[in-house]
């Protein structure tokens, strides 16, 4: 994983989507921000890639307020928008749905126990 995703990234999707213990709930993954919260028009001031305990990370810095945030380069390749294994839309369109019958779910219905 290169920086493309982070510059090609809309930079107010990435600073909305900070994982950090100020913008998310750690336990829960809850965001504690609105949108609206944060600074008008986000920008990356600069970006760096680091090593993780689960593989790189990369920090950034946001401008305006000096913010860093912290994404895995595995979390980035799996969401950011338009990256190599995201779908070219926005998944609402037509073209993003996958047709399914209850036949194709058998084995793919994720489960629970109530502890957990």
């Known amino acids: 994983m290169s920086s493309t995703a982070i510059s090609e990234s809309p930079a107010p999707w990435l600073r909305d989507n900070c994982p950090c213990g100020d913008c998310r709930d750690p336990r829960t993954g809850?965001?504690?921000?609105?949108i609206t919260d944060?600074?008008?028009?986000p920008a990356v001031g600069s970006a760096r890639?680091?090593?993780?305990?689960?593989g790189p990370v990369w920090e950034v810095v946001w401008e305006p307020d000096g913010h860093r945030s912290r994404y895995p380069a595995a979390w980035l390749a799996a969401h950011c928008p338009?990256?190599?294994?995201?779908?070219?839309?926005?998944g609402r369109t037509e073209d993003d749905?996958?047709?399914?019958?209850?036949?194709?779910?058998?084995?793919r219905l994720p489960g629970a126990s109530w502890d957990a």
């Open 30 to 34: 809850q965001k504690l921000l609105r």
């Open 49 to 54: 890639e680091l090593p993780g305990d689960d």
């Open 82 to 90: 338009g990256g190599p294994h995201r779908p070219r839309g926005d």
């Open 38 to 41: 944060l600074p008008d028009r």
């Open 97 to 107: 749905k996958e047709l399914w019958a209850a036949a194709d779910l058998t084995g």
